[in-house]
Antibody, heavy 121, light 110 residues
Framework: QLQLQESGPGLVKPSETLSLTCTVS??????????WGWIRQPPGKGLEWIGS???????YYNPSLKSRVTIYIDTSNNQFSLKLSSVTAADMAVYFC?????????????WGQGTLVTVSS | QSALTQPPSASGSPGQSVTISCTGT?????????VSWYQQHPGKAPKLMIY???KRPSGVPDRFSGSKSGNTASLTVSGLQAEDEADYYC??????????FGTGTKVTVL
């Protein structure tokens, strides 16, 4: 059974870069036609898709975040990672990693448990 | 791309049905049959309940059903149970490899 787990600093200073890693277990991250995504949820608010990456490293980003987001894949460690630059208080959220369910367009399942990132000096 | 519009809240008594709407545009909900629905209990990760408008992943009870008409998708939970009390989010493929989520609906079982 595929499982995902987010990890990274829980506190980031304003203007710095947020870095998170998602470790996948129970399956290979580089299996053909697998896609992996990052989604975030500010406290008490709704979900926002940040971006996704394919098994081969192709990336797709939310246009509203594209200029600040980088997602990359590390097949040797079965991980994929998120970098979000120039963070502000608006980037404070629970960050989830997830696998695309089957085809890229079907949605997301399963999800990691999420990790809270606070932006504060 | 703007968030899809959902009612903030919905409620029903045990055994009753509740329907949640999700309104988008012709560029997302109306343009593709790729609407998904998620259930999220407090402090937990979302769980996929419906994909491709009306399909259920293995293990999801058939009390959960989805539909779409024009730019509005709907999730119906029939035979409400206490464990169905949660937040529900819709999502749609929005073209050009993008996704958009709904604003979320809190379902209360009275």
């Amino acid at each position: 059974q595929l499982q995902l787990q987010e990890s990274g600093p829980g506190l980031v200073k304003p203007s710095e870069t947020l870095s998170l890693t998602c470790t996948v277990s129970g399956g290979s991250i580089s299996s053909r036609n697998y896609y992996w995504g990052w989604i975030r949820q500010p406290p008490g608010k709704g979900l926002e898709w940040i971006g996704s990456i394919s098994y081969s490293g192709s990336t797709y980003y939310n246009p509203s975040l594209k200029s600040r987001v980088t997602i990359y894949i590390d097949t040797s460690n079965n991980q994929f990672s998120l970098k979000l630059s120039s963070v502000t208080a608006a980037d404070m959220a629970v960050y989830f990693c997830a696998k695309h369910y089957g085809d890229y367009v079907r949605g997301f399942d399963p999800w990691g448990q999420g990790t809270l990132v606070t932006v504060s000096s | 791309q703007s968030a899809l519009t959902q009612p903030p809240s919905a409620s029903g008594s045990p055994g009753q049905s509740v329907t949640i709407s999700c309104t988008g545009t012709s560029s997302d909900v109306g343009g593709y049959n790729y609407v998904s629905w998620y259930q999220q209990h407090p402090g937990k990760a979302p769980k996929l309940m419906i994909y491709e408008v009306n399909k259920r992943p293995s293990g999801v009870p058939d009390r959960f059903s989805g539909s779409k008409s024009g730019n509005t998708a709907s999730l119906t939970v029939s035979g409400l149970q206490a464990e169905d009390e949660a937040d529900y989010y819709c999502s749609s493929y929005a073209g050009s490899n993008n996704f958009v989520f709904g604003t979320g609906t809190k379902v209360t079982v009275l």
